[in-house]
């Protein structure tokens, strides 16, 4: 629907304007229409049109060294955005913001034989300092948050630290042009402001934020120890840090540990609304956090060094890249409300588990019983959740470390054997790890006969991917078991064997304590396994979040 098109393009427009860009520049052709009018018809932008596109991206170079902003530059889809290749290699060189904006056609008509159409994507190579594919989309509230985004991301990417071009690829379908007056503009941030602002820029001043207004610290992975200015700061501000285990933040008297099974309750998370989050590190797993962060009328800040984004649902409205500074007084009963339920649902939690042996005892086991200089390093996928919703607050954790960048199941054997090799003697490194994942990188324990490392690995067996079993593909009986679960009944005493690991299979709480305490006190790798089952699994943590929600429901 080229509706759709139109009013994604003009929040698109509306965005670059708003994030300080000024000029347009525009060459002719069929394909870049929507493109090229939904510039030309943003009133803040001054749109200036050129026969060549070389002369265009050159002429948009020039306002964008004139005025340190960047300007847009667009063209319609074959050799014409090739043309642009040369002022968009000066502007890297030279460092100066570009946005490139090129038109192109539908995957489906690409290597097809349609006319002007050659591989756009990446197209100026290492020049561009980023590159997207921005892909075709109906209209939904959601899509144009995420428009809007994109033309503030693309702003700043050009902008921040080293200066350059940044491509965007647009695909754009038949019909090219309006058939319908387009509707009133929808939501955009007040005052004219961009979608997202960014101090990441121009950190010469420190924000500040305020106590006195009702806000949360979500802190997700960090491997910088950034934790101890996170506590300080909530502490300060009488605000809880919602701490994912790998942010090393799960301590002190601010920290909440249990904000996942917390915020499955719908009543507790909408009355618990905030009104500021402080976002720290990669965004957490957790999905009730993550829908609570989406509804949030919260504003929502950003904060890292790197520049980094975390913010799928398009819901940031500032990035920072230091954290800010305090100010004003703070509200202790706002603290206190989450500390409360928090320790509630802790005791909640552990009551239902009992004493069963059970995956998510592992992990409160883990978190209780690991001495502070351990590192932990755990498994995608239910191993990081259950140690995201199971490990308990404590003041001296130990360190946990994830591949969580791209969630893979590979490699984590292997990690885990490097993280050992970077351990100090009396730091023990421990592993909690799926069977799939370990049969995946199974010949990751070469490490432990060939180098001489210490490792311990917990391996929850429960025959095959138990995170799948939560998911609605358990239901497709035809295909579950042999391609989505793929049980694989392996023994892995053998691997062990093979390996030359020590290996014990334990049954109950009280040998996995006592396996558990010997794997960490003697030398090499040791293999403790807890059997599981896939389909108990899932109503063990069922179980669970009942409790929390009578426990909270009790409360009330
Ligand atoms: C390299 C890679 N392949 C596939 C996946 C998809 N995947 C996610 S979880 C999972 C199964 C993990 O099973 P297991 O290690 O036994 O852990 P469990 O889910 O039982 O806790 C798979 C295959 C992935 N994340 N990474």
């Not at 642009?84 to 192109?104: G, K, N, Q």
């Not at 050009?158 to 309006?178: A, D, K, Q």
């Not at 120890?225 to 994912?244: F, I």
């Not at 301590?251 to 904000?259: E, K, S």
Request: one cysteine or more; aromatic letters at 6%; a negative charge.
């Amino acid at each position: 629907m080229p509706t759709d098109t139109y009013l994604l393009l003009r929040a698109f427009c509306d965005e670059l304007a708003r994030s300080g860009v000024a000029h347009a520049c525009t060459s002719p052709g069929s394909r870049s229409t929507p493109l090229v009018l939904s510039l030309v018809r943003e009133p803040r932008l001054r749109a200036w049109s050129h026969v060549d596109e070389r002369c265009a991206a050159f002429f948009a170079l020039g306002v964008a060294k004139a005025t340190g902003r960047p300007a847009a530059v667009v063209c319609t889809s074959g050799t014409a955005a090739a043309n642009f290749a040369p002022a968009v290699i000066e502007a890297h060189e030279a460092r100066v913001p570009l946005i490139v904006l090129t038109a192109d056609r539908p995957p489906e008509l690409r290597e097809v034989g349609a006319g002007q159409t050659i591989d756009q994507l990446k197209l100026y190579g290492s020049a561009a300092k980023w590159f997207f594919e921005v892909g075709t989309h109906d209209w939904s509230p959601e899509r144009e948050r995420w428009m809007r985004t994109l033309a503030a991301r693309a702003v700043q990417t050009s902008l921040e630290r080293r200066p350059g071009p940044v491509h965007l690829n647009f695909p754009l379908r038949e019909p090219l042009v309006l058939d319908e007056p387009l509707p009133p503009p929808g939501d955009a941030r007040p005052d004219g402001a961009p979608w997202v602002a960014s101090s990441a820029a121009s950190a010469a001043v420190p924000a500040t934020i305020s106590g006195t207004r009702r806000g949360v610290i979500v802190a997700g992975r960090d491997e910088r120890g950034s934790w101890r200015a996170v506590g300080s700061l909530a502490e300060g501000l009488g605000w809880p840090v919602l701490a994912d285990a790998t942010s090393g933040a799960r301590r002190g008297p601010a920290a909440v540990a249990h904000y996942d099974a917390l915020l499955r309750d719908e009543d507790w998370a909408a009355a618990h609304d905030p009104e500021v989050v402080l976002r720290v590190g990669d965004l957490p797993t957790s999905k009730p956090l993550r829908a609570w962060l989406t509804r949030s009328r919260a504003e929502q800040i950003a904060v890292d060094p790197d520049g980094a984004w975390q913010d799928p649902d398009g819901v940031v409205s500032r990035r920072l890249d230091v954290l800010p500074q305090r100010a004003g007084a703070a509200d202790p009963d706002w603290l206190y409300t989450w500390r409360a339920a928090d320790n509630a649902v802790g005791e909640a939690l552990e009551a239902a588990l009992g004493a069963d042996l059970s995956e998510p005892r592992v992990a409160v086991e883990l978190g209780k019983r690991l001495p502070s200089t351990a590192t932990l390093v755990v498994a995608s996928s239910m191993p990081i959740r259950d140690v995201e919703t199971f490990f308990p607050l404590r003041d001296d954790p130990p360190r946990v470390l994830a591949n969580r960048g791209a969630n893979g199941i590979d490699g984590t054997v292997s990690t885990a054997f490097g993280v050992a090799a970077a351990a100090a003697p009396e730091e023990r490194t421990v592993l909690l790890i799926g069977d799939v994942a370990l049969a995946h990188d199974v010949g990751g324990l070469l490490a432990s006969r060939r180098l001489n490392l210490d490792v311990t690995i917990v391996l929850l067996n429960n025959d095959g991917g138990g995170i799948f079993n939560f998911l609605p593909v358990s239901g497709e009986t035809d295909a579950f078991e042999q391609h989505v679960a793929t049980p694989h009944g392996l023994d892995f005493s053998h691997a062990a064997a093979l390996y030359g690991c020590d290996h014990r299979r334990v049954d109950d709480l009280g040998s996995f304590r006592t396996a558990l305490d010997t794997a960490l006190s003697t030398p090499g790798t040791s293999i403790v396994e807890v059997p599981g089952d896939r389909v108990a699994n899932v109503a063990a943590h069922r179980r669970a979040w009942d409790a929390v929600r009578a426990t909270l429901a009790g409360a009330r």
